[in-house]
C-alpha cells in the first residue's frame, strides 16, 4: 500500500495538483505504466503494466500522456521526442547500460529530451560508463529547444570507469553539447534535484538562448582530487539562469594550475544566484567575460 501512495503522491506532484488526484484521462491524456513485472499486458497498474522499458513506453505513447515508471531498474537509454509526463515512483531507476550508444550529436547520454516539453519526477539516473575515458557524457540531455521540468530526482555515477581526469561526465546539461560544434538550445527547471559524483559539471545551461531555474538542489563534487577540475554549476555561452536556494559543494583541484568552481560563469547571458549555500568549494563563484546582466527567469 505505502507503495502505491508514494507512486500516487509523485504522479499528483508532476502533474501540478495541489490537492487529491482528481484528473481524468481527457485532462492528462493517457497513462501507461512501465514495470518489471511480467503480468499480464494491460496497461492498467504496475501489477499488469503495458511495458516493461521506459523507451518502449516512450515510442508508443501520443504527446500529452502520462508514463508511471514503477519501482525497478531499467538499464537503457531513453530518447524523449514528444510531451510527456513521466512519474517515477522514487525507487526508478535508469540505469546506463554497459555499452551506450552515440546520439546524433555524437554524445552518449542516458536520458535525452529533443524539442519536446516534458515533466520528469522521481527518478534515479545513474551511470557509471561502461570504461574508460570519453564512454559516458551525460545523464540527462535537453536539447533542440525542448524544455525539462525536473524534480525530485537523483543524478549519480555519470563518470568514466574509474573516474578519469577526461572533460566528459555531466550530471543534467541543457544547450550546446561540450564541445559540440553545433549551436544548440534548452530549457531546464530544476527543484529538489540531487546531482553527485559526476566527473566533470553538476548541471550545465550552455548556449545562447538557453535557460534555467534552479531551486532546492544539491550539487556535491567529489571533494580534493587531483584528477580533474570539477565544477558545480555552469551557466556558459550566452545561457541565462536563476539559482536560488541550494547547496553547491565540494569542488576543488588539488594540483592548483586550474581552479574547481562551485559557480562557473562565462560569457552568459544573465544570472541572477542568491540564497545558496555554498561549502568546500575551492573558489565559490567565477566569472569570466561578465555574467550578462541578472536574468530574472
Request: aromatic share 6%; net charge negative; charged share 15%.
Amino acid at each position: 500500500m505505502q507503495k502505491f501512495l508514494r507512486l500516487f503522491v509523485v504522479l499528483a506532484a508532476s502533474l501540478g495538483f495541489a490537492g487529491a488526484f482528481a484528473g481524468t484521462a481527457s485532462a492528462i491524456g493517457t497513462v501507461h505504466y512501465v514495470s518489471t513485472n511480467l503480468g499480464l499486458p494491460l496497461d492498467t497498474s504496475c501489477a499488469e503494466p503495458g511495458f516493461n522499458s521506459i523507451q518502449g513506453a516512450v515510442s508508443f505513447a501520443s504527446a500529452g500522456d502520462t508514463i508511471v515508471v514503477c519501482d525497478g531498474v531499467y538499464t537503457e537509454q531513453v530518447t524523449i521526442p514528444k510531451d510527456l509526463t513521466l512519474a517515477g515512483s522514487g525507487n526508478s531507476i535508469v540505469q546506463a547500460p554497459t555499452a551506450l550508444a552515440q546520439d546524433s550529436d555524437g554524445k552518449r547520454n542516458i536520458v535525452t529530451i529533443r524539442g519536446a516539453s516534458v515533466r520528469m519526477s522521481g527518478f534515479t539516473v545513474a551511470g557509471p560508463g561502461p570504461g574508460g575515458c570519453g564512454t559516458i557524457d551525460t545523464g540527462i540531455a535537453v536539447l533542440d529547444g525542448g524544455s525539462l521540468d525536473l524534480s525530485f530526482t537523483t543524478i549519480r555515477d555519470v563518470r568514466d570507469q574509474p573516474f578519469s581526469g577526461c572533460q566528459n561526465g555531466e550530471g543534467i546539461r541543457a544547450g550546446t553539447p561540450r564541445y559540440g560544434d553545433v549551436p544548440n538550445v534548452g530549457h531546464v527547471t530544476i527543484d529538489n534535484v540531487i546531482v553527485t559524483d559526476y566527473q566533470k559539471n553538476g548541471i550545465v545551461v550552455a548556449g545562447n538562448g538557453s535557460t534555467g531555474k534552479i531551486t532546492n538542489a544539491t550539487v556535491t563534487g567529489n571533494g580534493p582530487t587531483d584528477v580533474i577540475a570539477q565544477n558545480g554549476i555552469e551557466v556558459v555561452d550566452g545561457a541565462a539562469a536563476t539559482i536560488s536556494t541550494s547547496t553547491i559543494r565540494d569542488h576543488a583541484y588539488t594540483p592548483k594550475g586550474t581552479v574547481s568552481c562551485g559557480l562557473l560563469v562565462i560569457a552568459a547571458g544573465g544570472v541572477n544566484d542568491d540564497t545558496n549555500v555554498y561549502l568546500n568549494n575551492e573558489k565559490d563563484k567565477c566569472v569570466v567575460n561578465g555574467r550578462g546582466g541578472t536574468y530574472e527567469g
